[in-house]
Structures are given as C-alpha cells and as structure tokens.
C-alpha cells in the first residue's frame, strides 16, 4: 500500500515541504534510503546523509532548515522521532494478522476461542484453554491448562505458558520465553547436606499491554502470583523469580535478574544486568544503571549506580577516590619509609 507526502503529513499534523505527492509503501534508515522509502531525521549528527539519501520522503523537526539543496520531500514535525514511531505502529497495527487452527497442532475440545485466533503448526493449546479475540499462539508453542489469554495477544514461536497463567489484552511475548515455571525454591533437609524442593503453587498474571523479550523467563509464585502490570516492558534474557511484582510502565534492559519476593514499583527504568536480592522494594521512579546490584529498599526517584549500588554522586565521588588507589597506596608506603 502506498502513501503520499501529504497523507502522512495530514495524519502526523506536519507540513510538506516538497512534493506533496511523493510516494512510499516501506521504511528505511535514512543512510539506506532508497526510492520509495520514508526515512527520519532526528539526530543532527546524521544531517549529512539528507543530502544524498535515495528515501522519497524523510521526517525532520520543524526548524530544521538545510544548508544544500535536498531531492527527498521533507514532512516537518515537532517530533521526527516519536513521529517516525507512530507510523511503525500504525504499519505494525495494520499488516494482516494470521488466522486459522493450523491442522498440525493440537487443541483440546473444551479450549476456549475467540473469533480470529490463530494457532499456528505443533502448537499445542491444552485443556481449559481461553484464548480471546485475535489471539496468534504461533509455531511451537505449549499453552498450559487453565491458561487465560486475552484480545489481540500475540504469542511468538516456542513460547511455554505452564499451566493457570493469565495474560492480559495486547501482550506480546518473544520466541523461547517461558511463562510460569516453578519459581527456585529449595530449602535443607534434615541436616543432611540436600535439598528439599518446596512446591510451587502459585501462578504468573501478565496484565494488560506487556512485552516480554525474548528468552526472558518468569517463574510462578510460591503461593498467589508473580505480577507483571500494565505497560511493561522487559527485554530479552531477563529472570523475573518467584512472587516478584513489576509495577506500571516500568522498563527493564537485558540480562537482569530480579530474585524472589522483590517489589518493583511503576515507571522505573533499570539499566542491562541490574540485580535485585529477594524480598526488597524499589520505589516508583528509581532508575538503576547497567550491572547494579541492590540488596536493600530503595526509595522513590532514587538514580542508583554501581555494585552494591550507590546513589549518582556517591558513586561518582567514590569512583574518583578509587581511580587514584594506586598513587595513594605509593604516597603511604613512601610517608611509611621515612
């Protein structure tokens, strides 16, 4: 499907600068555009490629002005990189979604399905199975008894949903994801040196527009749920442990892992391979930067670097102490001498 200059322009309230006419039906980086393709300028250290790119049409802000002549059509914006955004998603939103029970897989005769769902080839879907509206369970995948899934939730290939999880409407969970396995739970036994393992009865609720990166895996409560609320969003490889709960909005990078018990509150952003010890809570707002490591509650809005974390300037006036450790360590064992 192809758009004009001026169709974008109209829907993304910008103005034309060129031909309005100018057609695109793909996306292209700005240094690979080609005939056809709408690119965005956001960043000035890439303006140089506006003025050789091949893209048909590129979203600028609304001040920019250039320096040399530009071919492409220009559509100025408050915004070329949240502009850029809402046109991918309105693509996303619009491409045809799969529909169908693929004759390779396998559905139990009491699941539960909404109009348009798709399950894909040797899926397997068990029993008591609800699947809502649009739903797409792609290839591979193993959607446990009792699991609730909701509207227009698409579940990418070789994700594992154990049984009595509930996903909510809009969720998108990447490939080889596992969703409710038994939360790590041993405790001594006898005094004998092993371990006894302590039942895991509990379930994973994923509420309404999650994402969940791919290979990430987020283990089911001890008892009650491990909970994951509205807007999160979490990256690839990531360990979400046992009766752990993510508040709203919250945005996590990969590699982190967050151990049993730990309280995350609404609109944090934690940087890649952040840890959390168990049974702790970060207030709503805390930003951790990569590889920190937390092993108390955090108050709200607190910036946390390093490992045993640190506030910002604490860790910034410890950094500088410890950079200079091996002048120092001279300056002791020369004023130890004398």
């Known amino acids: 499907m192809k758009f004009t200059a001026e169709t974008i322009a109209s829907f993304l309230g910008g103005q034309v600068v060129g031909d309005a006419a100018a057609e695109v039906d793909t996306f292209a980086k700005i240094e690979e555009g080609h005939p056809g393709a709408l690119s965005f300028l956001a960043n000035p250290k890439y303006e140089h490629h506006i003025y050789d790119t091949k893209s048909s049409i590129v979203i600028v802000r609304e001040d920019f002005m250039p320096t040399t002549p530009v071919a492409a059509t220009l ?49 397997v879907v068990e029993s008591g199975v609800v699947l809502g509206d649009g739903v797409a369970v792609y290839p591979q995948c193993h959607v446990g ?58 379930n994973v609720i994923i509420e309404d527009n999650v994402e969940v990166g791919a290979n990430t895996c987020i283990d089911r409560a001890t008892m009650g749920s491990t909970i994951l609320r509205r807007g999160v969003k979490l990256d690839n490889l990531i360990q979400v442990g046992h009766n752990v709960e993510i ?29 959390l ?62």
């Open 75 to 123: 559509i100025k914006v408050a915004d070329p990189y949240g502009a850029f955004a809402n046109l991918l998603r309105l693509y996303d939103e619009n491409k045809p979604r799969p529909q169908g029970v693929s004759s390779r897989a396998s559905v139990a005769e009491d699941a539960i399905l909404g109009e348009g769902v798709y399950v894909g080839d040797f899926a």
């Open 145 to 202: 008894k009792g699991v609730k899934i909701g509207a227009k939730t698409t579940i990418n290939a070789g994700v594992k949903i154990y049984e009595g999880c509930v996903i909510g409407n809009n969720v998108t969970i990447h490939a080889g994801s596992v969703i409710g396995a038994d939360g790590f739970g041993f405790a001594p036994d006898a005094g004998d040196g092993t371990f006894a393992k302590i039942p895991q009865i509990g």
């Open 277 to 338: 010890a168990g049974h702790l809570t970060l207030g709503d707002g805390v930003k951790m930067g990569a590889q920190s490591g937390v092993d108390h509650d955090v108050a709200p809005g607190t910036v946390l670097l390093g490992s045993p974390a640190l506030t910002g300037m604490g860790f910034h006036r410890s950094w500088a102490i410890f950079r200079k450790l091996p002048e120092l360590l001279q300056r002791i064992n020369a004023l130890e001498k004398k």
């Open 247 to 275: 508040g709203e909005n919250t945005v996590v990078a990969a590699q982190a892992g967050m151990a049993g018990s730990s309280k995350v509150g609404a609109g944090c952003m934690l940087g890649g391979q952040i840890g």
